[in-house]
């Protein structure tokens, strides 16, 4: 079993950045492929980036290209997204998640078997 804890959420003003973690309890994280995901208010939980196990590979949302990094340090067991230049519209809570390998570009939540419990992002206008 698989425990993921995210932190770095908060409030911001649009223009701001933040960078989030999420520390996993797994020995085993290295073997993992991750992935961040956020769900706004009414919305549907949707995908914002992956990383491969490796973090050889990355694949972004649109909304998010150009402006969040996806990265991993399998030797602090720690999965990052660093967020730049934010919007309103990345007002969500943001959640990490694992997926068994082999490591495929998607984007998909059904993939994934493992989640945190989230953590909450606010832009302000």
């Known amino acids: 079993q698989v425990q993921l804890v995210e932190s770095g959420g908060g409030s911001v003003q649009a223009g701001g950045s933040l960078r989030l973690s999420c520390a996993a309890s797994?020995?085993?994280?290295?073997?993992?492929?991750m992935g961040w995901f956020r769900q706004a208010p009414g919305k549907e939980r949707e995908g914002v980036a992956t990383?491969?196990?490796?973090?050889?590979?990355?694949l972004y949302a649109d909304s998010a290209k150009g402006r969040f990094t996806i990265s991993r340090d399998n030797t602090k067991d720690t999965l990052y997204l660093q967020m730049n230049n934010l919007k309103p519209d990345d007002t969500a809570t943001y959640y990490c998640?694992?997926?068994?390998?082999?490591?495929?570009?998607?984007?998909?939540?059904?993939?994934?078997?493992?989640w945190g419990q989230g953590t909450q992002v606010t832009v302000s206008s």
């Open positions: 998640a694992a997926a068994f390998s082999p490591c495929v570009p998607d984007l998909s939540a059904d993939r994934y078997n493992y």
């Open positions: 797994e020995y085993t994280f290295s073997r993992f492929c």
């Open positions: 990383i491969t196990s490796s973090g050889a590979s990355t």
